[in-house]
């Protein structure tokens, strides 16, 4: 059974740096990509970086150069780095991703993440 599970959200001030993971289990054959996506109150989820199995990566034009998405493959997590986080990153997050030869994909849970002084 496929399962993503998402951890590291935070209140942190603007300016701050957070961390977030998610752990990855029953991609038998591995994935073919995975995504992080964001929801903020009252607004579309929408797609904030993306990394393929083989490791290109693609980022929403809002957080690049701050964020960056990296993949550990022997503990099945990716992981995302926030840096200079602005308030308006306020929202929660969400991992998601596709397995090889699927066409379905599947979604975590979301954390938590809260810029503000």
């Not at 289990?25 to 904030?48: C, D, E, H």
């Not at 200079?84 to 979301?110: E, I």
């Amino acid at each position: 059974q496929v399962q993503l599970v998402e951890s590291g959200g935070d209140l942190v001030p603007p300016g701050g740096s957070l961390r977030l993971s998610c752990a990855a289990s029953g991609f038998i054959s591995g994935f073919s990509v995975m995504n992080w996506y964001r929801q903020a109150p009252g607004k579309q989820r929408v797609l904030v970086a993306t990394i393929t199995n083989g490791g290109s990566t693609n980022y929403a034009d809002s957080v690049k150069g701050r964020f960056t998405i990296s993949l550990d493959n022997a503990k099945n997590t990716i992981s995302l780095q926030m840096n200079s986080l602005k308030p308006d990153d306020t929202a929660v997050y969400y991992c998601n991703a596709r397995p090889q030869g699927s066409a379905r994909f599947y979604w975590g849970q979301g954390t938590q993440v809260t810029v503000s002084s």
